[in-house]
RNA sequence: GCCCCCAUCGUCUAGAGGCCUAGGACACCACCCUUUCAAGGUGGAGACACGGGUUCGAAUCCCGUUGGGGGUGCCA
């Protein structure tokens, strides 16, 4: 047996694509290229009333994103029902399906209190044909267990006393997921179905179907990674946390932080890094290692890495990737505002932990006047309004003919400091405000140097005139 | 209700019977570095859910309890 391992992702296009379903991904992804096998893209859209065409698209634009490339696929369940109703006829023809005309409503009312739930039998032995509202359901055999041999959880046990005979297509005609599950996993010669722990307890339907349909061909080795949780320990939902990955996106996370960062989510390497690249992924991971419990995504933990991820970046690739940023912001793209750009991105570079703080840490640089944050002012001028003043002025004065470097800047204002008996970040802290806005920031000399004297002499007079009429009143 | 899964610092994890006085990372605190903020450095606080076994010896194996989660749909 030298085939080569074939894995697919099979997300159903029913809301945006989360970073539960990436990690899933990539788990496949890695699974696949460290055994040099295939991984498959499919997408489950038998629900005729969910699925819609944008959440497709969000599955593929976010696969894309993190480049986590297929090898085959899409294949779209909705364009292959001849194969499921193929399927279901043989089911049938084998007597190990059966048409029920049971309401939902009949179902329930009937369901025994206090015991296994859900459809008792009733039209079980009816040997009803098709017809509308007629839905097949699965005849499960009322004795023995099946076993789930699991690669990360072992050999799990079901008892068949314990499910209903479940419906496999619906009185619509459209298959049930397990169905198209089995089919397709058998016709795309899946040999490993690696997905979330909540499939786990279906497993055994399809391990029967496959068994009753596809007698010849062997079962694909399952592998059920453990839930993506939120804060509370409860799966994580579309509908309540912020998952989407788009949403990462957007707010400037890189796909390399995001796939570091989820791969470490029930897999840990055997020395103690963690910052790990793609090739290092793929030869390291092995699905046998990966836990057993659930783990909460810790959008903190995240940040970090992502963080590392930016400061790595060249000036150049930074550069490029806040051009989104810089396109939505205020700042207008002249020549020089891009020169202004490129000079301050190295400093911000090691300062922010996602894209989004970019423009914001920047706009000073750009602004006509700067928008002076009153608490900045408060707490580094006007608590020692003296003080401040004498700072200011004396700046001023001496910045006129300063040689325009940031070691000249910097001895001066030591200078100014050394006078009024203040150490060097007490005396730049007015002049931050004055220039920035902000008494925290970039670097001070260097953006000084940056956006030129002219205008930091002009918000310093600014601040001064500021300064003294908040002192005459 | 019934079925199934899980259980090490707040979080992500290392740990596959003696190497554990339980290691690392994020977050937190303190200090150092420092023009602010970051980054970096040093240090600190912080966990084997509980109860029984097995064993000379258990975070590690078994059983139970408790707790959490998932499934139980003509959703996937």
Redesign the pocket.
């Known amino acids: 047996m030298n085939h080569k391992p074939r894995v697919r992702f ?3 296009p ?1 809301g945006y694509f989360h970073v539960g379903g990436a990690r899933t991904a990539l788990f496949n992804w890695l699974f696949a290229r460290k055994l040099k096998g295939s991984f498959i893209l499919r997408i ?8 819609k065409p944008e959440w497709i698209k969000g599955i593929y634009d976010a696969l894309n994103w993190l480049g986590l490339n297929w090898d085959e696929g899409p294949y779209r ?1 909705s364009e292959r029902y001849q194969l499921y109703k193929k399927a279901a006829d043989k089911l049938i023809e084998q007597g190990n399906a059966y048409y ?5 409503e009949d ?1 329930a009312a009937r ?1 025994l ?7 008792d039998g009733f039209c079980r032995d009816k040997n009803l044909g098709p017809g509308p ?3 097949l359901r699965f005849k499960v055999p009322p004795i023995g267990v099946t076993v ?1 041999d ?1 690669i ?8 068949h ?4 005979d ?2 496999i ?4 005609g ?5 169905l ?2 089995v089919v397709d996993d058998a016709d795309m010669g899946i040999t490993h179905i690696i997905r ?7 497993t ?1 339907k399809a391990i029967l179907l496959w068994k009753a349909i596809y007698p010849d061909i062997p079962i694909p080795r399952y592998a ?1 990674v ?2 993506l ?1 939120n ?5 994580l ?1 579309k509908r309540r946390d912020p998952v989407a990955l788009e949403d990462y996106k957007n707010q400037g996370y890189l796909p390399e932080a995001m796939l570091n ?1 989820l791969v ?7 020395d ?3 910052v790990l690249n793609l090739d290092e992924m793929i030869n390291e991971f092995s699905l046998e ?10 959008v ?6 992502n ?2 991820y930016i ?1 790595d970046l060249s000036d150049k690739d930074f550069i490029s990737l806040c051009e989104p940023w810089l396109n939505t912001s205020k700042i207008e793209k002249t020549s020089n505002n891009l020169e202004t750009f490129s000079k301050l991105a190295p ?1 911000v570079k ?4 996602v894209l989004g703080q970019v423009i914001p840490m920047v706009e000073f640089a750009f602004a006509d006047e700067v928008e002076i944050d009153e608490k900045s002012w408060q707490k580094s001028v006007l608590k020692n309004k003296d003080l401040s003043l004498a700072i200011l002025s004396e700046s001023f004065e001496k910045f006129l003919h300063l040689d325009w470097d ?1 070691e000249s ?2 001895k001066s ?2 200078e100014i400091g050394q006078n009024l008996g203040l ?3 007490k ?3 007015s002049i ?1 405000v004055a220039i ?1 806005g ?10 000084m140097v940056i956006i030129g004297r002219d205008i930091c002499l002009l918000r310093i007079s600014k601040a001064i005139e500021r300064l003294k009429l908040e002192l005459s009143d």
């Not at 297509?169 to 619509?172: A, Y």
């Open positions: 099979a997300p159903s029913t489950e859209d038998t629900d005729e009333e969910r699925n369940q029920c005309e049971c309401s939902k179902v369901a209190p206090n015991s296994t739930p859900g459809y509202k007629r839905a789930v699991d990360i959880r072992g050999q799990v046990e079901f008892a006393s314990s499910f209903e479940f419906i297509v619906k009185s619509s459209g298959p049930i997921f397990v198209a599950n979330g722990e909540e499939h786990l307890p279906t055994p059920h453990p839930l949780v804060e509370k320990r409860q799966k939902s960062y470490l989510l029930g897999w840990a390497p055997k103690g890094r963690e290692e990966v836990n057993l419990s659930p783990s909460f995504f810790d903190k933990k995240l940040r970090h890495f963080g590392i400061r400093l090691q300062r922010v932990e940031v800047l910097h204002l030591e150490k060097l970040s005396t730049q802290a931050r920035t902000n008494s925290v920031g970039l670097p001070l000399f260097d953006s």
